[in-house]
């Protein structure tokens, strides 16, 4: 059996969202991002970007523009290779491949199935219902991070969610410990 990963939402979770960003250099970390990466790479886990980017299925941005923000994150997080791998949904609704969109868990499970991730013991931790949704139907325990969670998505989001962490420090302890009980 494989063993857990964290999934991980980019926009509002780890970094500041700015709608269809392309501009690395306006790449701000969310706070206690960069703590909680060390801290869950330090205890093992695989770490997996999981993103809607329809900004490049709408024609706004394009796919090397979103690499280039990647970039920027990581260096801001710790450096390169710190990411065992990005899965980006680049269609809008309605585009081919559009099923991969969260709240759809197929970015999940075709990352599991890549790596070999046990997705029972993997974790999504995100501030949207779709990222909570997506992480619950693939099997994983979840972490809505309550920072910039939309009003209208507050109240699902929190019941659905095997965790709601009111900042990084908080979701990064649950998770820790909710992986030793695991064990
Ligand atoms: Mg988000």
Redesign the pocket.
């Known amino acids: 059996m494989g063993k857990g990963a964290v999934f991980l939402?980019?926009?509002?979770?780890l970094i500041e969202?700015v709608p269809y960003l392309g501009d690395p250099s306006l790449v701000k970390l969310m706070p206690g991002a960069m703590e909680a990466i060390k801290a869950l790479r330090l205890s093992g886990f695989p770490l997996v970007i999981v993103s809607n980017q329809s900004g490049v299925g709408r024609g706004l941005i394009t796919k090397e523009q979103v690499r280039s923000v990647d970039a920027r994150m990581e260096e801001l997080l710790g450096g390169r290779g710190i990411f065992t791998t990005y899965k980006h949904c680049y269609a809008a609704p309605g585009d081919p491949y559009d099923e991969h969109r969260k709240p759809s868990p197929l970015m999940l499970q075709e990352a599991a199935e890549t790596h070999g991730f046990d997705l029972l013991q993997s974790y999504m931790v995100?501030?949207?219902l779709s990222?909570i949704q997506a992480g619950d139907r693939a099997g994983c325990k979840t972490i809505l991070l309550h920072l910039?969670v939309p009003p209208d998505e507050e109240q699902e989001s929190i019941r659905l969610a095997s965790f709601t962490a009111k900042d990084w420090p908080s979701a990064c302890d649950w998770l820790l410990q909710s992986k030793r009980a695991d064990q």
Request: net charge negative; aromatic share 0%.
């Open positions: 939402d980019r926009d509002d979770t969202n995100g501030n949207r990222d910039r």
